[in-house]
């Protein structure tokens, strides 16, 4: 599975991005699928998933702000950001997981400005 994102860029503290990760086959069947992001110095977290079972799920740096959804006509899942703030700037990254294989797309920069 390949996996292409998009959709990163620079917003003031306070917009809305909206990321999508378009997958070369059908994400009918993933198991899971989501959003990681990772800043200079940190660990990559986790920022949202969803599960075969139709599950999602957020940490609390994001509940409430950031809403994954998925187009299973268009193979696309996408992570609507909302309320920007200044510590959600990193690279965004997203994942699929599929027969026990983890595939990665490369990733996308948010920069939050004040």
């Known amino acids: 599975v390949q996996l292409q994102a998009s959709g990163g860029g620079l917003v003031q503290a306070g917009g809305s991005l909206r990321l999508s990760c378009a997958a070369s086959?059908?994400?009918?069947?993933?198991?899971?699928m989501g959003w990681y992001r990772q800043t200079p110095g940190k660990q990559r977290e986790l920022v949202a998933t969803?599960?075969?079972?139709?599950?999602?799920n957020y940490p609390d740096s994001v509940k409430g702000r950031f809403t994954i959804s998925r187009d299973n006509a268009k193979n696309t899942v996408y992570l609507q950001m909302n309320s920007l703030k200044l510590e959600d700037t990193a690279v965004y990254y997203c994942?699929?997981?599929?027969?026990?294989?983890?595939?990665w797309g490369q990733g996308t920069q948010v920069t939050v400005s004040s």
């Open positions: 994942y699929a997981i599929m027969a026990g294989f983890t595939y």
């Open positions: 086959r059908s994400i009918f069947s993933i198991n899971a």
């Open positions: 969803f599960t075969l079972g139709g599950n999602t």
